[in-house]
């Protein structure tokens, strides 16, 4: 089924359902395609979206537990900025000591490489990327 014949279909379940939720079940084909039903696959996993007219697709978390609020826009700002401090930490830290190993002094009688200096070069971008004030 091609992409276009798969949005057809859930435009279709969502014109169908008029103000009604639907549940439409996601998953992978044996050859990799997405597949988009009204009902679970037998046998297999499957993402269970909650399709509501005007709303965009929604995949029901089953590790929330139930009752709770879905987070609001801050929220997921807040917990993606934490989440991204985090990540420039480390790649920061990464780039550091990478720096720090390809920066150390030639053994005597070694003579500088082009390669060595580029690799040298790529380390400082790095801590400049990654280490920003």
């Known amino acids: 089924m091609g992409m276009g014949n ?3 279909l859930l435009a279709c ?5 008029g103000a009604q939720a639907v549940d439409v079940y996601r998953w992978k084909d044996a050859k990799g395609h997405m597949v988009y039903s009204d009902t679970p ?6 993402t ?6 005007g709303a965009p697709p929604v995949a029901a978390d089953a590790s929330a537990p139930a ?13 993606a900025k934490e989440q991204n401090k985090r990540i420039m930490d480390t ?11 390809v920066n150390k002094p030639l ?11 580029e690799s040298i070069r790529r380390a400082q971008e790095d ?7």
């Open 127 to 133: 801590v400049k990327t990654w280490c920003q004030p």
């Open 91 to 101: 790649n920061c830290r990464t780039a550091r000591e990478n720096l720090g190993m």
């Open 13 to 17: 379940l969502l014109a169908a359902a």
């Open 67 to 79: 009752g709770k609020p879905p987070m609001d826009g801050q929220a997921i700002n807040a917990k």
């Open 48 to 53: 269970k979206l909650i399709l509501q007219a």
């Open 107 to 117: 053994p005597p009688g070694a003579a500088p490489s082009a390669s060595r200096d």
């Open 41 to 46: 696959p037998p046998g297999r996993s499957a």
């Open 6 to 8: 798969r949005l057809l």
